[in-house]
DNA sequence: CTGTTAGCGCCTTCAC
DNA sequence: GTGAAGGCGCTAACAG
């Protein structure tokens, strides 16, 4: 079993009485090396299964082969489906990801940079936290020339190449299909102010209703700080608590949805013929509630691999342009919870 | 900006005077440099912010501080919990994980491994695939010296070291709570008959029955094929035909408690009142659903942490002895599916 | 066509 | 207390 070392190309050489330089030419058939001496080594190694050293390899051409990939939260269906994308393109080109986590705190994503650096990937992909507002800690990356690109929630200002969905047109979707199965007085149940992705969504929201000359009334817009569900259940009891309450609301995120149901369930109105919903990220709980929600899905899948792709090339420095921004489309889907039975 | 090379060993020692070894080894204030030689040398390295190069101290090395981590399913509750533990464990000691999935094919499994070992990570992690019997390609691992850790789906006859949860206590567990809360036609909707966890589960569930004089009943248990929501719809159909149905069912997965849950809704009867339901893992959407799920849990992120400890004890050479196997202990989390409202 | 040489950056005997 | 030297495995420029 164990520890047999293993062969190097230094051993090949020696066997078969070349230099180690020719073996290594042979074996990646390099033209000028005699049709059949590439055929002696390339069998020699074959059956002697020679494994290059990858570490070494990587040692010459200093990189790793390795790309980091940062999230708020593992554990959450969209950024899960990211990461499975990213890890399925990356293949493709023998790139292999290394995850690590912020749980939405700036220190920890500074914490999750500097590991990545120091544990030298060749690159990083990084959707940031709630609390981060400065990217010197992504910066840092660029400045040792490695390049990053971000995903979904990203930093303007920091002029790296971004993959995002389009929250806004997301949120005017939602809004619009709400409207248009005979719903009126639509609420917003939104993110965080500072947060680009919630005040893109917001935006969508706004622009429907004027479009289709409804008002946007301030009492109908609720900004929610931890996103939670219990904020769902709070803020859909303050609606329903106006002198004119809605008739449908659009949430932040299926989750808040989730807290607006219960809500709904405990005071016994029925949804959609009193109340409708529509979510956002059409997460798995999205099919599983009664009724079954309607959200707007990112396309998390598509967004990893199209990172990735991104990543990849300016690794790869193809010479091609290569886009500075991929905007993805959210896809509507229309379940239970927002079209009247009638 | 970038491309200004990075400060080396060698740069240090020609600046300062110094042989590239004294620098070395001030660095890391051996023994028997001068005190004063060492402060220099730090001094000068923080000023410069020096970093080691990690690829070639790895090469020198021969290691990478990579741990591999292959898992069935990555968009997936459980595992992506387990994944959460794991990062965030191997943090600490340095290491970082390298995520891949075999979508429960044996080939994908196959070919993660390899490529895992391709790049050479430093040990691996694997729960196995639903299609995996033999194990020559993680066994690939330990012959070239790497440890290997298997966790929650296992190949029991690989005599490699396992954390896995104690499937036989949660299924009695699960059953027990059933018959303790009244119930005693109490059906089973168990897994594939090849997968170890599932027999574990379905035994726990038998031992439970006996020890409760209650009969084991084989129309009462039916084996799933792919662990769907679709199978606990159509099984759940086909327990209901029985000429003496039962009154609770036990479900391998939540996922499949799941589709209990809309053919009993479908057919108007009531849960838990006329015939309640405990599931396996305590997904999200068990806490979600309505009445909420009974469900078992499996400490996922627990179990990345130990399959992580105990890998890192193995590949930092500790004397001190480790258990080859861990079994975790399940917890059982009662909602509102399986006890009667009187 | 093939071999020699010179590193990549770091660590570690072995001398002095 | 410090330096010189060799080598980890592989690649590539430079000679023949």
Not at 295 to 302: A, E, L, R, T
Request: charged fraction near 25%; hydrophobic fraction near 40%.
């Amino acid at each position: 079993m164990s520890e047999r070392r293993k062969l190097t190309l230094k051993d090949i050489a020696k066997e078969l009485g070349i230099s180690i330089s020719t073996a290594s030419r042979a074996l990646k058939a390099h033209p000028d090396i005699a049709e059949e001496t590439i055929q002696l080594v390339k069998d020699y190694a074959a059956k002697h299964n020679y494994v290059p050293n990858i570490i070494a390899v990587n040692f010459r051409k200093s990189r790793t082969k390795n790309i980091g990939l940062i999230v708020p939260e593992l554990v959450h269906h969209f950024f899960s489906t990211v990461i499975s994308g990213a890890i399925d393109e990356a293949k493709k080109s023998g790139y292999n990801i290394l995850v690590s986590q912020s749980n939405d705190h700036l220190t920890d994503e500074i914490i999750a940079c500097r590991t990545m650096m120091a544990s030298s990937v060749d690159g990083l992909l990084i959707s940031i936290s709630n609390e981060t507002f400065e990217g010197d800690h992504i910066l840092e990356f660029v400045d040792e020339g490695k390049p990053v690109i971000q995903f979904d929630k990203v930093l303007e200002k920091l002029s790296i190449p971004q993959v995002i969905v389009d929250d806004f047109e997301g949120g005017y979707q939602a809004t619009k299909h709400l409207i248009e199965n005979g719903y009126s007085r639509i609420a917003h149940i939104a993110g965080r102010k500072d947060v680009l992705n919630a005040c893109e969504r917001l935006k969508g929201y706004k622009q429907a209703l004027n479009d289709h000359q409804l008002p946007v009334l301030e009492e109908y817009i609720i900004h929610c700080e931890s996103i939670s569900e219990e904020e769902g259940e709070i803020f859909m009891d303050r609606l329903l608590a106006l002198p004119n309450p809605p008739d449908a609301v659009f949430c932040i995120t299926d989750l808040v949805a989730l807290g607006v149901f219960k809500t709904l369930k405990k005071r016994a109105i029925r949804i959609p013929d009193q109340v409708a919903i529509v979510g956002f990220s059409n997460w798995k709980l999205a099919e599983i509630v009664t009724p079954s929600l309607t959200s707007v899905d990112q396309h998390g899948y598509k967004m990893g691999v199209e990172a990735i792709r991104m990543l990849i090339q300016k690794l790869d420095n193809k010479e091609y342009e290569i886009p500075e921004k991929i905007e993805l489309k959210t896809a509507l889907v229309i379940r239970e919870s927002s079209v009247k039975s009638t």
